[in-house]
């Protein structure tokens, strides 16, 4: 006689490739928000699931900056350099991946950056082009994969950030009230 199947709670249907791709990321990084090896084991097994479709993804949407002319590229980051804020040793200054440019220099920069870009304009458009068709990709909306794999809230400790459970919404189950009456009975008196 073989084991009942566990009952598969339906998920908000469709999802967003993207929205795959992020179920996938946080998977990945959610093992010190389970106090408990079957919690994280159960983390991993989802995303096991999600593996496959999540790497196709995240390979589709990493090819898109292989269509980046490097000559461009190579330019825009040349005049980036040479139009920067520097800092007291005369380095770039850098934030959040890109230069700050210099705002005595901006007018400049703005007028390099405006040729560079007629000099590439078939192949920035070509890019444009592409990233139009990648970010209707990412948009679209496909089943969410099939699963039994459920969290209970209570299993969380409080390492799990608001993001975490944004993200992993669809599989947690509120025990929350199954809790606090447990933490109720356990006071003494």
Avoid at 133 to 154: G, Q, V, Y
Wanted: proline share 5%.
């Amino acid at each position: 006689m073989s084991e009942p199947e566990a009952e598969v709670i339906p998920l908000k249907n469709p999802i967003a490739r993207a929205g795959v791709v992020e179920i996938f990321e946080v998977l990945g990084t959610i093992k010190g928000a389970f106090d408990e090896v079957i919690h994280r084991w159960k983390a991993a097994a989802l995303r096991r699931q999600f593996k496959d479709l999540a790497e196709t993804i995240v390979e589709f949407r990493e090819d898109i900056q292989k269509l980046v002319p490097k000559e461009f590229q190579e330019q825009r980051e040349a005049l980036c350099r040479t139009h920067a804020a520097k800092n007291k040793e005369g380095a770039p200054i850098v934030a959040n991946n890109s230069y700050i440019i210099d705002p005595a220099k901006q007018s400049e920069f703005d007028t390099a950056l405006g040729e560079l870009r007629i000099k590439h304009k078939d192949s920035i458009d070509k890019y444009d082009d592409e990233i139009k068709k990648i970010n209707a990709f990412l948009r679209a909306d496909i089943e969410m994969p099939k699963t039994d794999i459920r969290f209970k809230l209570s299993w969380f400790n409080t390492s799990a950030t608001q993001e975490m459970l944004e993200v992993l919404f669809p599989f947690i189950d509120d025990d929350s009230a199954d809790t606090e009456a447990k933490k109720a009975a356990a006071k003494p008196a």
